[in-house]
């Protein structure tokens, strides 16, 4: 794509400082939207998806529209990000929240069928509104936008994220450090208990670190493990008591669903590719050679850009309207969408992975 306002950067890709407000980004608020109208129209879940369509929409409709719509040709900016496109992130907390309070109030009408609709629905949005979104938030330098991913992240019960994330995977990714990084081999399956395990641990060891240089109490108000934790058992108390005790299992179910969302993007994102250990012990720097990237349109939308995954390692602060999808990075058959589908078949996953690893080098 041409576009009159464009600069080439040093790389070879296309970057514009038009200001222009992108609408594209707005698709990510179907998940509230379309999971709401469904069961409104359709109650049982047989006719418009009714509970279902959440998970409908994220892992058919999602990856069929990208497959069709092919390649992403919007060029990053490269002059100052459009407010509301800036707002957008932070407008999926009260999304969000907004989704999940439906679902716990709908909780007692629906069926065992519905139930678990539900809960695969509410975890499978919340993996992109709740936890892609924080994820996004959680870079940026202002403390509200931090505090909003937090908050975020305590919605799904997985605060530890925001340590582990940003003060632990982005040093440590494509290293055997790094629970983060799946291994060349490794299931989907072995992967994410993994991670999940390795970020919770790797979270309160960098926290009590923090706390100890600093001199303050490990198990005080200043540890922010704990208090993003205290946050989300805060919140399933709530729930609890307000909506009741099938209702507080859906918000766990929810949560767990929606931490191995964001578990199998990770698998995605990193699979076997290493960086060289020096000689000297440390590990080289992180180039686009450590990440998978896809630079497919409509799920670029639905995740603010995450598939330009190497250019956001290289700048972790990098708004998303900036993030490029980087040549030299080595490149998914499919989209994000499609491959976290193809990663739940490992043979599959390690007929279409493997040889295309040993092309990396």
């Known amino acids: 794509m041409s576009d009159a306002n464009g600069a080439t950067t040093p790389n070879g890709t296309k970057a514009t400082a038009a200001s222009a407000f992108r609408w594209r980004y707005l698709l990510v608020f179907l998940l509230v939207a379309g999971p709401i109208a469904s069961w409104m129209l359709d109650p049982t879940g047989f006719l418009a998806g009714g509970s279902w369509m959440g998970l409908v929409m994220i892992h058919l409709l999602v990856p069929a529209l990208d497959a069709l719509a092919g390649e992403d040709d919007e060029v990053p900016l490269n002059g100052r ?24 109030a709908l909780e007692s009408r629906a069926s065992a069928w519905g ?7 509410l975890g499978a949005s919340g993996g992109i509104l709740a936890i892609n979104a924080a994820h996004e938030l959680i870079h940026r330098p202002g403390r509200i936008e931090r505090t909003a991913g937090a908050m975020l992240l305590v919605g799904v019960c997985y605060g530890a994220f925001k340590i582990e994330h940003v003060r632990g995977h982005h040093l440590r990714v494509a290293t055997p450090l790094d629970s983060a990084s799946a291994r060349r081999g490794e299931s989907v399956y072995a992967f994410i208990p993994r991670s999940v395990l390795g970020t919770l641990r790797h979270a309160w060891t960098l926290e009590r670190n923090r706390l100890v240089a600093a001199g303050e109490q490990v198990w005080g108000p ?13 919140l399933a108390l709530l729930i609890g008591g307000v909506f009741g005790a099938t209702a507080l299992a859906l918000f766990l179910a929810a949560s767990v669903v929606a931490v191995v969302e964001l578990e199998i993007i990770n ?15 440390r590990f080289e720097p992180v180039t686009p050679a450590h990440s998978w990237n896809a630079n497919t349109g409509v799920v670029n939308a639905f995740l603010f850009n995450l598939q330009r995954h190497a250019d956001h390692h290289a700048h972790a602060g990098r708004d998303y309207l900036h993030l490029r999808s980087l040549p030299q990075a080595p490149t998914l058959p499919l989209g994000y969408g499609a491959m976290v589908l193809v990663a739940l078949l490992p ?15």
């Open 81 to 104: 990000t459009p407010l509301m496109n800036r707002l957008l992130p932070l407008l999926c907390l009260p999304a969000w929240y907004l989704l999940l309070f439906w679902a716990m």
């Open 115 to 121: 139930w678990w609709g539900l809960a695969l629905s």
């Open 222 to 234: 200043r540890n922010e493990w704990l208090r993003l934790a205290a946050a989300s058992a805060g």
């Open 267 to 281: 698998y995605v994102e990193h699979y076997g590719l290493q960086r060289l250990q020096l000689p000297d012990g």
């Open 347 to 361: 043979p599959l996953w390690r007929r279409l992975m493997d040889a295309r690893l040993a092309r990396t080098g």
